[in-house]
């Protein structure tokens, strides 16, 4: 069983991997909208949401369809991301940011702990016996007197 330090550390590397992703998630997807020309004002010219834009438009037969990727970046853009949106993307990447940060956080040992290995289910071999698979050593006995 780890130690209650190890523990801890656990603990700290999940709350900081769920707050990191689901941060870098709910600034990073307007920010990267916004750089693709998508804007609270409208489509910047020359962007690559006004090529994204022209294309839809041409494919369309002269606009843009509602629900379409260019519609709904355009949406994203303009009012950032909906309510909706933002508790769905929170709820999924919050766990999975948490067991990242789980997962790749080192348990700190306590004090006078100098075992290398931490999981029991290591030191076992096939047959049973703890380490190289030989029986353990048997401690010197005297002869009866």
């Known amino acids: 069983m780890p130690s209650p330090l ?15 992703l689901t941060g870098v998630v709910l600034i990073g997807i307007p920010l990267a909208v916004g750089a693709l020309g998508f804007t609270p004002a409208g489509i910047a010219a020359g962007s690559i ?9 041409i494919a369309n037969g002269g606009g ?3 629900g379409s990727t260019v519609a709904v970046l355009q949406s994203i853009g303009a009012a950032g991301l909906p309510l909706a949106a933002k508790i769905g993307l929170t709820t999924t990447l919050g766990p999975l940011g948490a067991a990242v940060g789980a997962m790749f956080s080192k348990g700190k040992k306590p ?3 100098d075992s290398q290995n931490s999981s029991d289910d290591d030191d076992e071999d096939s047959d049973g016996m703890e380490g190289t698979g030989k029986p353990p ?4 006995t005297c002869p009866p007197s």
């Open 49 to 57: 949401a006004a090529k994204m834009m022209s294309a839809a438009a």
């Open 137 to 140: 050593e048997t401690p010197a």
């Open 111 to 113: 004090p006078g702990d």
């Open 64 to 66: 843009v369809a509602a």
């Open 6 to 20: 190890a523990m801890v550390s656990k603990l700290k590397g999940a709350a900081i991997g769920a707050t990191a």
